[in-house]
């Protein structure tokens, strides 16, 4: 599989991993990672903002594909099989509202700044 079918591969896992999270079968841990994976796949506002050389690309090209691909080994490959067959064209006529998931990445911006601000002042 060379690295476009790859690439491929992954954005079209999203929305399976996005079923899988609702899935009550699936196992706590891959919950957990998959709701991670979802908000940053999702989020319109990047973890590492762009701007930021080097490191704003960081969360686009390591990070999301490395917790995509962690998150697809966690979850069990009859559940994934699955979702992957109810994902198909799930979010093809219309994208997701994708505002709440950047409340999470939100939050911990808020965070960092509060302690960076804590330990200047």
Do not use: H
């Amino acid at each position: 599989m060379n690295l476009k079918e790859r690439a491929f591969s992954l954005k079209r896992d999203i929305p399976a991993i996005y079923l899988a999270l609702k899935s009550t079968q699936t196992p706590v841990t891959a919950k957990l990672l998959a709701f991670i994976t979802v908000v940053l796949a999702l989020s319109p506002i990047d973890l590492i903002p762009d701007f930021i050389p080097v490191l704003g690309y960081l969360d686009d090209v390591l990070l999301l594909p490395a917790l995509i691909a962690l998150t697809v080994r966690l979850i069990p490959a009859e559940i994934l099989e699955d979702c992957r067959g109810r994902a198909e064209g799930m979010w093809q006529n219309r994208k997701p509202q994708t505002w709440p998931f950047a409340l999470p990445v939100v939050g911990v911006w808020i965070l960092v700044l509060w302690l960076i601000g804590k330990a200047v002042l």
